[in-house]
């Protein structure tokens, strides 16, 4: 008998993960939670096995600081369409309440080996990490990796919570010789270089067919509008100002002979919003950056590229105005 290995997936990571299943399903038998009615039929339509999450709301009362620390991320990102995040906070707590009460029953009736999750960061991923975790299941996480075409898989978590970050050096490949360690490399880089990259809007809306879409369709409108239509339409609304087109700024004349260069992240990402506890914007990050640079080299000159995807009503003015140089 196969033993099961679970994806629990939402809108971005379906496409991948289906394709990783179709590599395991020879050694496992392969499930998927689906977090979203069009990952649903997205899976559906290849075949594999799947379990749609129920979307009613749950009493929070019960492990109230659990659905609290899992609803953070989902409450910040949300409020870019409307609404403050302690609002979306009190809904998001009862839609992990709601998670929890009907993964537990799932997983009663269900034998799984172990679970993988994408990142990690939204509550429904954060629920099943923990029922995982409580009942000895096995977890890995992937996120894309450091360099372009590269996944990062860990069994403890991602960035902040990286196993290399979390368990000291020495028994990181304690007891693993330096041959076993390149081959294994070498297997992993191999592996994700024949995988399909996928692209969000190519997979999930150009590779289904019509009728997947209409089913997707009737499913959002029947199963899921009555229960998170507030939560639909607020995120429908960042999709779209996701599209908008928005001014860079961009300085004058070429690259000065001595300078730092700093990217920045989007300012809703993960890292800023649960794993940063005093840097909370790339505005402050530009500030203190420069602020630092001043005290070690004066003619030091620090170059800023805006994320691309950043929410086009976040404004560098101000930081700009304070730092002209």
């Known amino acids: 008998m196969k033993k099961e290995l679970w994806f629990v997936t939402g809108w971005y990571s379906t496409p991948l993960f289906a394709a990783l299943a179709e590599r395991f399903s020879v050694e496992y038998e392969v499930k998927f939670i689906a977090h979203d009615s069009y990952s649903h039929q997205y899976?559906?339509?290849?075949?594999?096995?799947?379990?749609?999450?129920?979307?009613?709301?749950g009493?929070?009362?019960?492990?109230?600081?659990?659905?609290?620390?899992?609803?953070?991320?989902?409450?910040?990102?949300?409020?870019?369409?409307?609404?403050?995040?302690?609002?979306?906070?009190?809904?998001?707590?009862k839609r992990a309440a709601g998670f929890y009460e009907?993964?537990?029953?799932?997983?009663?009736?269900?034998?799984?080996f172990a679970v993988v999750i994408w990142n990690g960061m939204w509550h429904y991923e954060k629920v099943a990490m923990h029922l995982a975790r409580n009942q000895g299941i096995q977890l890995a996480f992937i996120e894309n990796g450091y360099f372009p075409s590269t996944a990062h898989i860990d069994p403890l978590g991602v960035n902040a919570l990286a196993e290399i970050i979390q368990v000291p050096t020495a028994q990181l490949a304690?007891?693993?010789s330096d041959e076993e360690l390149d081959h294994f490399l070498s297997k992993i880089c191999s592996s994700f270089t024949e995988l399909k990259r996928y692209d969000q809007s190519d997979d999930l809306t150009k590779t289904i067919p019509f009728s997947r879409k209409v089913l997707a369709g009737l499913e959002i409108f029947f199963c899921d509008l009555p229960y998170i239509g507030r939560e639909f339409f607020a995120k429908l609304k960042i999709m779209l100002?996701?599209?908008?087109?928005?001014?860079?700024?961009?300085?004058?004349?070429?690259?000065?002979?001595?300078?730092?260069?700093?990217?920045?992240?989007?300012?809703?990402?993960?890292?800023?919003?649960l794993n940063s506890p005093w840097v909370k914007s790339p505005q402050e990050t530009i500030g203190l950056v420069a602020e630092v640079l001043r005290e070690i080299e004066s003619d030091l000159t620090l170059v800023v590229k805006e994320h691309p995807m950043e929410n086009?009503?976040?404004?560098?003015?101000?930081?700009?105005k304070r730092f002209p140089e």
């Open 174 to 176: 304690k007891g693993v």
């Open 43 to 57: 899976l559906l339509d290849r075949n594999l096995q799947v379990f749609k999450r129920a979307q009613k709301k």
């Open 241 to 273: 100002m996701a599209q908008k087109k928005c001014s860079l700024l961009q300085s004058p004349g070429e690259l000065p002979s001595k300078y730092v260069f700093l990217p920045l992240q989007v300012s809703v990402d993960s890292q800023l919003i």
């Open 59 to 93: 009493d929070s009362n019960i492990h109230e600081e659990l659905f609290i620390l899992v609803s953070e991320m989902d409450a910040v990102f949300t409020a870019q369409g409307g609404g403050d995040k302690a609002s979306w906070l009190q809904y998001y707590k």
């Open 312 to 320: 086009p009503n976040i404004s560098f003015e101000e930081i700009r």
């Open 102 to 112: 009907w993964l537990t029953e799932l997983w009663s009736n269900q034998n799984p």
